[in-house]
């Protein structure tokens, strides 16, 4: 009798959990087809899961942040040197668990710090805790304190799962293919076999675009962190430079570079966002930030893009894939349904002048020399002996076979370049150049001359102007190429085939993010683009949470 009533209770208290779940389900906007089973074990899918909803299963003890590391480490396993070969993660991170388990013992004892807690992310591996850059020249190299957005993350209770793999020196080696370094190898597309991931944050790319951790941090100085967003469906952030803080990021140009958020969601993007942003001493280019950063998830509004006015610089579209300016197109009938006025042409009034510049490679290139030289005298130990850029060019031409692996990989020309550079009157010149024709006479120009709240553009065309502006861009995924696109050759990585990615591109003048976050957030939100595609069936890692609980 006594065990039955126990049954009874236990089938009664089970009954209730039943409901309360459902009940939970069906308030998050999730089918009420299922069945009361598959209520209880309701894990959200890693493919796709967004920070809220990992957050939320949390708080309510559904699952662990050692569940959760141990669920990211399993499906990196899975594809990253096995099956697909992605190559999307260089290293993991050691500590990783038994953070995770401080967190967890945390969250119990006084509860989450915020919306990070127990999240774990990628880092792209140029942005420094232990080793940095995916060159074997700086292995083991010791830096002096962790990269200030990744102790801002920790400060935020978020996991730094691993490192992301990256185009070696963020693509400023030279003329090699996206996504390879000496390190990791040569990282792939999850949505083209042997597909380009772009770059230069192509791990960061690969890597939350089939849920290997929650979200990434990429850089950018021309593209980095917008481009491979575009290439693999995803929200990307490229903050105005001085947003966020570079100290501890290896350089390219202090002038261009910039840190921010790889993520599936613009809600994901903007929580990363305001975590990340945010002045520092080592960086003075945060100190002409405005003084208080913005709670970027206030931006999300559906009703965002209502009454905005958008320019479209059609002019940087002519050597764009037809597919994808017909997307872009179709889009802004969406964009004007949802309130927004659209100018179309809104063309930059020194187009011409902009697209014959020169400017860019002499800012970035002296600026490369002086500021990667600092950056290697900072650290403590670099166990290879390299102590400046003449000393990189040396090893990768002693390391030929790990750095300069023919037919592909051979070019350092960008390194020998920047080598040849001085800092004279010529360079402070591009500099002013650069900041006129990007900003005052450019991006700046043309949202004035046509009273625009923004621009909006393909991804793929928007970093150019706002990398020598230092402005910021929010990439959001807009479509796929079509079944019948031609599979192009691997060499070693195929330009482009079926199903590949791309995105829409919101571009705003300095310190904009808010505003840009709110039309994004309207219009991802009114298309929901993203799993129009899945990623190809090998590309998406198996392991869910609950082959790991109980295990
Ligand atoms: C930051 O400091 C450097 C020298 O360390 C200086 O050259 C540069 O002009 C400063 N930039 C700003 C924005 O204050
Ligand atoms: C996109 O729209 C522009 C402007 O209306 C038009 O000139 C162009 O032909 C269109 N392109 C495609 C591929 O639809
Ligand atoms: C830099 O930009 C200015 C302004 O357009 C131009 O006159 C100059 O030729 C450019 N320099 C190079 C090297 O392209
Ligand atoms: C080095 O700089 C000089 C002078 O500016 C130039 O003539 C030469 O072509 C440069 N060499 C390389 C390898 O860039
Ligand atoms: C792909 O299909 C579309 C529509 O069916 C057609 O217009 C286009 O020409 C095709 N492209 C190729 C490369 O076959
Ligand atoms: C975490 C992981 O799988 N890292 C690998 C990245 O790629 C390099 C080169 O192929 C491997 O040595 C790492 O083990």
């Known amino acids: 009798m006594a065990s039955k009533v126990a049954y009874l209770r236990q089938l009664s208290l089970l009954t209730i959990g039943i409901l309360v779940l459902a009940l939970v389900c ?158 990791g190898g040569q990282a792939t597309s999850a949505y083209v076999p042997l597909g380009d991931p772009s770059g230069s944050s192509s791990g960061s790319g690969i890597g939350t675009s089939i849920g290997l951790a929650a979200a990434a941090l990429g850089t950018e100085t021309d593209g980095s962190i917008i481009s491979p967003s575009n290439m693999n469906n995803l929200v990307g952030i490229k903050p105005t430079v001085g947003l966020t803080s570079r100290a501890g990021v290896v350089p390219i140009s202090q002038h261009q570079d910039t840190v921010g958020p790889m993520a599936r969601s613009v809600a994901d993007a903007a929580a990363i966002l305001s975590v990340i942003a945010g002045r520092d001493p080592r960086d003075n280019f945060t100190l002409a930030q405005p003084l208080v950063v913005p709670d970027y998830t206030k931006a999300l509004k559906p009703n965002g893009l209502k009454g905005v006015r958008l320019g479209v610089p059609r002019k940087f579209f002519t050597r764009t894939n037809t597919n994808i300016v017909a997307a872009f197109n179709a889009s802004l009938e969406t964009i004007r349904n949802l309130g927004a006025t659209i100018v179309d042409p809104a063309d930059f009034p020194d187009f011409a002048e902009l697209e014959a510049s020169r400017n860019e490679s002499i800012v970035t290139q002296t600026d490369f020399k002086v500021q990667v030289n600092e950056y290697i005298a900072e650290l403590l130990d670099v166990p290879t002996g390299v102590k400046n850029l003449a000393d990189l060019i040396a090893f990768n031409i002693a390391h030929a076979d790990e750095e300069l692996i023919p037919p592909f990989y051979t070019d350092q020309s960008e390194f020998i370049s920047s080598e040849n550079t001085t800092v004279n009157q010529a360079f402070f010149d591009a500099v002013a150049a650069d900041k006129d024709l990007g900003a005052t006479r450019g991006i700046d120009a043309t949202l004035k001359a046509f009273n625009l709240d923004a621009l909006l553009l393909p991804s793929a065309v928007a970093p150019g102007p706002a990398a020598i502006a230092g402005y910021p861009i929010i990439s959001v995924p807009l479509g796929f190429l079509p079944p019948n696109t031609t599979l192009a050759p691997a060499q070693p990585i195929r330009s482009s085939g079926p199903n590949q990615p791309f995105g829409i591109a919101f571009m705003g003048t300095a310190f904009s993010e808010f505003h840009l976050i709110s039309f994004a957030f309207a219009y991802e939100q009114a298309t929901h683009n993203r799993l129009k595609q899945l990623a190809f069936p090998e590309a998406i890692p198996k392991t869910q949470l609950a082959d790991i609980i109980g295990k």
């Open 26 to 183: 069906a308030s998050r906007g999730q089918t009420s087809a299922q069945s009361p089973e598959s209520a209880v074990f309701n894990f959200p899918d890693l493919y796709e899961a967004s920070i809220a909803e990992l957050q939320d299963g949390l708080e309510r003890g559904h699952f662990t942040s050692v569940d959760l590391v141990k669920a990211y480490f399993a499906r990196i396993e899975e594809v990253n040197l096995q099956g697909p070969t992605l190559r999307a993660v260089l290293e993991t991170n050691p500590s990783a668990l038994r953070q995770a388990a401080e967190l967890d013992l945390e969250r119990k004892l006084i509860g989450p710090r915020g919306p990070l807690h127990g999240i774990p992310i990628l880092l792209k591996d140029n942005i420094a805790t232990l080793h940095s850059e995916g060159s074997f020249a700086l292995l083991g190299s010791v830096v002096p304190r962790d990269a200030h957005v990744a102790a801002k993350l920790r400060a935020a209770g978020a996991i730094i799962l691993g490192k992301a793999n990256l185009s070696e020196w963020a693509h400023f080696r030279g003329s090699v293919p996206s996504g390879f370094s000496g390190r």
